[in-house]
């Protein structure tokens, strides 16, 4: 199969069929330019080109929108553009520690309980899952700010502990389905070492549902880390879009909606650019969606 | 193997869930979280007192003891007083719990049956435009931060840059007489409700027609097409008919999620004095006794729902109970 010719149409490898069929989905496309677009401003306040000014105080409060000020002032005369960019960052960096370390720890216990399944391993991980998912989310955040005293990573630390159990239980499910197919009874039959065996050869099949997750976790993470920091228990120190809907309610009593309106924006286009992308490489990696389509 | 048989082995089997939920609350709360001794000391306490109040929270004893301690406390549902309110928690709870529901029951089911409803539509559209405009507006919805939601059905229908129809915050669903007074209740539910229901519609919406989409490619409804029974009866009975279980799935698992998450955003921005207010409450001030309560209630409470459903599956399926080992 690797000798074959790349080109011919038939012959295309499960990824490059999966490319073909993203670019035909404009959606898809749209979304992936709004997440390169996010990630170029992201690059930016990294290196310092804008949103270095987020915290300066102005004499002018709560200007309209001008030419200096793109999104107006907030109420002790902060501009509001440079803050919703450099909040962008914040909310990217959360997104990225938390999809990280959550799709790693679901991918390792996930094929761990997948490869030992019908013994006690698979029994405990289970169990760890069916715990961790029982706690309501919110409170189980709370719980650990609770118990690390308010310590800066402690939503970090909390979402991690939350979002890894949907990755794991749908590698746990993939892994169980992979060890019945016929080339890891070879594998096995030729006595390749089990531990040589699932990280070489069970996990990289794996590739396709990690990545869909790792979207999945990522816009879970923004969009949470904004209601924890507006109900003050996310973001503590700098500004996130969290904080600016949280500092908003104030103003929008006032008659004053640029803060509101600004970070809601950005979070809004972010999110919904990350979900047409999301879904677009779902349909674009699905085995079973793309079998349909060659029968077409 | 008869059903109460049947549920007696799924209450046996949920214990170990049970075990791990209230032993995650506790480390989490109690174990590792923060003293509380001088919060319930004078200034300049003596040696003696201190060591007493330690030992009335129970600091001296070991791990295990106090995890007894507090599952004791899960049980016969006392945790004494809450640290801010001078109340019992277990009476401010009951206070809280009907509120809660009053004000997430219709947005839930109006959430839910709207959402089935929309999937319908568009399954039975399946690729034309009504399909295309349901699924895009839900992808809208559900790219909506739940803040904005909440922040913007209130500007828009209770303030006075909106329509300024119903009241800004509160739940004054009570008359001068005490008694409960269902016009002021619509006053106080319609604009939170209208907020749950968009903050549930996308989501719902696209679960139920992956869901539906699923079972209509199945034989049993080509069959019945071909035997020329009318679409309604089709989609609305034997579709839906068969679909239940995911759906009732979903809709049991997203009650305590939906009664903590949901109800902590909009209780604490409407000033609603229900379950998540308290909840709110107690997070900013560290009231650890209330939380201690509601973490623990609430995951003994999903582990219930999740025995329940496993039950009331096999009320709708019958093979479900009999494949199990």
New interface residues.
């Given amino acids: 199969m690797i000798n074959e010719p790349a080109h011919s149409r038939l012959n295309l490898s499960l990824w490059q069929q999966s490319r073909q069929h993203f670019m035909k989905d404009r959606w898809g496309i749209l979304g992936l330019l709004i997440v390169v677009l996010y990630l170029l401003v992201v690059i930016g306040v990294w290196f310092g080109l804008w949103g270095t000014e987020w915290s300066a105080i102005s004499d002018d409060f709560n200007q309209g929108p001008s030419l200096q000020h793109w999104f107006g002032t907030n109420a002790i005369g902060q501009d509001i553009a440079e803050r919703g960019i450099y909040a962008t960052q914040v909310a990217f960096e959360v997104g990225v520690v938390v999809t990280v370390f959550a799709i790693f720890l679901g991918l390792l216990i996930g094929a761990l309980a997948g490869f030992f399944n019908d013994t006690w391993i698979d029994g405990v991980l289970l169990?760890?899952m069916?715990?961790?998912d029982?706690?309501?989310?919110?409170?189980?955040v709370?719980?650990?700010?609770?118990?690390?005293?308010g310590h800066a990573w402690a939503m970090h630390l909390a979402m991690i502990a939350v979002f890894w159990t949907t990755t794991a239980r749908l590698i746990r499910a993939e892994v169980i389905k992979l060890k019945q197919l016929a080339f890891v009874e070879a594998a096995t039959a030729i006595g390749f070492n089990p531990v040589h065996l699932l990280f070489r050869h069970i996990i990289p099949n794996t590739n396709h549902l990690i990545i869909i997750q790792a979207t999945i976790v990522f816009i879970s993470a923004i969009?949470t880390e904004?209601?924890l920091s507006?109900?003050?228990?996310g973001i503590k120190e700098g500004i996130s879009w969290?904080l600016m809907?949280a500092e908003?309610?104030n103003d929008?009593?006032a008659?004053y909606f640029n803060n509101?309106l600004a970070a809601?924006l950005l979070?809004?286009i972010l999110?919904?650019g990350f979900?047409?992308f999301s879904?677009a490489i779902q349909d674009a990696l699905d085995p079973k969606l793309q079998k349909n389509h060659e029968k077409k | 193997m008869n059903s109460w048989w049947f549920a007696c082995r799924k209450l046996i089997g949920g214990i170990p869930l049970l075990f791990g939920v209230t032993l995650i609350s506790f480390t989490l709360m109690v174990y590792f979280g923060p003293d509380l001794t001088y919060e319930l000391l004078g200034k300049n306490p003596t040696a003696t007192a201190i060591a007493e109040v330690r030992h009335s929270l129970g600091y001296d004893q070991p791990f295990w003891h106090r995890y007894l301690m507090y599952v004791q406390q899960l049980i016969t549902l006392d945790f004494g007083l809450s640290m801010v309110k001078d109340q019992p928690v277990t009476e401010l709870l009951q206070g809280a719990i009907p509120v809660s529901i009053q004000l997430l029951l219709p947005g839930f089911i109006i959430g839910n049956i709207l959402a089935i409803l929309l999937a319908m539509k568009a399954v039975q559209n399946r690729g034309k435009w009504p399909d295309k405009t349901i699924m895009t507006f839900s992808v809208i919805g559900m790219s909506v931060s739940f803040l904005v939601i909440i922040i913007g059905c209130q500007l828009i229908f209770s303030s006075s840059y909106g329509l300024d129809l119903f009241p800004v915050r509160g739940w004054q669903v009570h008359d001068k007489n005490e008694q409960f007074s269902w016009l002021a209740y619509l006053n106080y539910v319609t604009v939170p409700t209208i907020a749950l229901v968009l903050i549930s519609l996308g989501y719902n919406t696209r679960f139920y027609r992956a869901v539906l989409a699923d079972e209509v490619n199945k034989d049993h409804i080509n069959t019945a097409r071909a035997f020329g029974h009318s679409d309604q009866k089709i989609y609305y009975q034997l579709l839906l008919k068969n679909t239940m279980v995911p759906i009732i799935t979903r809709t049991l698992f997203s009650i305590p999620m939906v009664i903590i998450s949901g109800s902590l955003l909009l209780e604490s921005y409407f000033g609603i004095p229900g379950v998540g207010l308290i909840t709110y409450e107690a997070i900013i001030a560290g009231d650890q006794p209330v939380l201690k309560a509601i973490v623990g209630l609430t995951a003994v409470l999903f582990v219930l729902v999740l025995i329940g459903a496993e039950i009331l599956y096999r009320l709708f399926d019958p093979r479900m109970g009999a494949t199990q080992k």
């Fill in positions: 169990w760890l069916g715990v961790i029982a706690i309501p989310f919110y409170l189980l709370a719980a650990v700010a609770f118990a690390m005293q969009k904004v209601i507006f109900l003050g228990l969290g809907i908003a309610t929008i009593q008659g509101f809601s979070l809004f999110v919904i979900n047409l879904d």
